[in-house]
């Protein structure tokens, strides 16, 4: 697979399709699974840091709806057991402590809270 900026861009494009019609669906662990993807697929954008690349994710989170509800939403499932074996891993605020630094809930499995794409942590890990 190849990992280009324009790829990316066309990944995402249709990951903010997908969100958008899963919504409507009212299909919530769908929408989990591409609001994940969408995050992913920025991550790998910033890390290729084409010039002018902030715009396009901001156009594209702006198209999806996603700000700090989608933070709340992304931080239900494990972002990195998630990436490391592909499995959703939901992490729950009944059962998961709070990070003290990120007040993202940690994973029990991998010990992960807040995500690089909202800032990490630099607390636990
Ligand atoms: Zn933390
Ligand atoms: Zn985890």
């Known amino acids: 697979m190849n990992d280009s900026t324009d790829s ?45 690349i902030e715009n396009a994710i901001g156009m594209a989170l702006d198209r999806a709806h996603l ?3 989608a933070a709340s939403d992304y931080r239900n499932v494990c972002w990195h057991c998630y990436r490391e074996e592909g499995t959703r891993r939901l992490v729950d605020a009944r059962t998961e402590k709070t990070c003290p630094g990120c007040e993202w809930l940690i994973c029990f499995h991998c010990g992960h809270c807040r995500a690089p794409e909202f800032g990490g942590c630099g607390t636990v890990l």
């Open 8 to 52: 990316l861009m066309v990944q995402l494009g249709t990951y903010v399709s997908d969100l958008h019609s899963e919504r409507d669906s009212g299909n919530t662990t769908a929408v989990r699974g591409s609001t994940i993807k969408i995050f992913i697929a920025i991550e790998k954008l910033r890390k290729l840091g084409e010039p002018g």
């Open 67 to 69: 700000d700090l509800d």
